[in-house]
């Protein structure tokens, strides 16, 4: 059955190199990302609190990561004027929905490690 036009279009067409969606997957997709999503799921964190909750992310890289977070409006962040600074972030609505498919994968891949790495143990 050939699809519609408007379908394709909204979309977007990830295998195509000049897809624009592949930038976006590219970071909603990244190991950092992934667990940041997990992090946030029920929780308003301050960053440190959320590098404690993320092991072995370097405060750069997850400072990087939540500032893309940021611009793709997946994560608020809240700066409260104090001294010293405290900041939190949360999921945005946005990233609330994303977060339920990013649950499902990160559950499935729970669920099959095993199996996942079985065939790497016979190598």
């Not at 050939?2 to 976006?24: A, D, Q, T, W």
């Not at 559950?107 to 199996?115: A, C, I, Q, T, Y």
């Amino acid at each position: 059955m050939s699809e519609k036009i408007s379908e394709k279009f909204s979309r977007g067409e990830l295998l195509n190199v000049n897809c624009p969606s592949r930038e976006v997957l590219k970071r909603v997709t990244s190991r950092w990302s992934v667990l940041i999503f997990l992090a946030l799921r029920h929780n308003t964190l301050r960053f440190s609190e959320l590098r404690r909750a993320v092991g072995g992310v370097s405060e750069r890289m997850l400072a990087q990561t939540l500032r893309h977070m940021e611009e793709d409006g997946f994560v608020e962040r809240i700066a409260y004027d104090v001294v010293p600074p405290h900041v939190e972030y949360r999921l945005t609505p946005l990233g609330q929905e994303l977060q339920g498919q990013v649950v499902g994968l990160a559950d499935w891949l729970e669920l099959n490690v095993n199996r996942i790495l079985a065939p790497r143990d016979k190598a």
